[in-house]
């Protein structure tokens, strides 16, 4: 489906699992790619044709944003649910120690990979961890790709926050040969090392995740302000969209 002109796909969180599951287990020749989207990352889509492009040519996009799912029920697609990025990541993992697929783990700060590496195995026993490297490199440095083909990955998980992780992604999937699956995750290997913290439960079921994350960190604010911006688009497209329906019947009768 496309919101606000910007691709997402229509499944539940099973779903998703399901999908990305059976790539962990092909054998092709091509990294797939899934984009976790929230609100951010669609209002930027919308003005930037370069990373709108790379959500297109992505193998999945799950709807990782409660306001994703509201805009989907106001413009008449009613996604089913919020798929966060990270419980869809653990989801993986799971699946990887399960199946005995490897996974590497690339981004956060130097130190934060290898803490999520050994939170994980402390987890986790069994799970196959093949490499872990940092997010703070030169965009075109060509080692960090050397060091993911060499280890090979069934599941290459990437925190280095958006648009750079779908961007570093796209451009390099074709040379990461062995890879099945690449995933863009953000902050959520600071918060497997626990470095940082999820919202409460009560706050991730009211879609309120983007407030406990402005409230620990105040310099997001500029940031959020994409956020009414995006509120105010979708409840004028979804008063367009009666209007238009509205149109047609009195034509029609």
Not at 60 to 86: K, N
Not at 156 to 161: C, D, H, I, K, S
Not at 179 to 187: D, L, N
Request: hydrophobic letters at 45%.
């Amino acid at each position: 489906m496309k919101i606000l002109g910007v691709r997402v796909d229509e499944l539940n969180r099973v779903a998703a699992l399901e999908v990305a599951g059976k790539w962990l287990e092909e054998d092709l020749a091509r990294c797939r790619q899934v984009i976790t989207i929230n609100t951010e990352m669609l209002m930027r889509a919308r003005k930037d044709p370069a990373f709108r492009s790379i959500i297109e040519r992505a193998d999945l996009v799950i709807p990782d944003g409660s306001g994703i799912v509201w805009a989907s029920h106001l413009l008449g697609f009613a996604l089913e649910e919020r798929i966060a990025g990270i419980d869809l990541l653990l989801d993986l993992l799971g699946l990887c120690k399960t199946t005995g697929k490897s996974v590497y783990l690339l981004g956060g700060r130097p130190g934060v990979a290898e803490k999520a590496a050994a939170k994980l195995g402390a987890e986790r026993p069994g799970l196959r961890i093949c490499g872990v490297h940092h997010g703070y490199f030169p965009e075109r440095d060509e080692s960090v790709v050397e060091l993911v083909r060499s280890a090979a990955p069934d599941l290459l998980v990437v925190g280095m926050g958006s648009p750079r992780q779908e961007s570093w992604i796209a451009v390099n999937r074709r040379r990461l040969e062995g890879v099945r699956v690449a995933i863009g995750v953000g902050g959520a290997l600071d918060v497997i090392a626990g470095i940082a913290d999820r919202a409460p439960a009560w706050m991730q079921s009211r879609g309120l995740e983007w407030l406990y994350r402005l409230l620990r960190q105040p310099s997001r604010a500029p940031r959020m302000l994409v956020l009414p911006k995006f509120a105010l688009i979708v409840l004028l497209k979804s008063l367009t969209n009666r209007r238009d329906v509205g149109a047609d019947q009195v034509q029609k009768n």
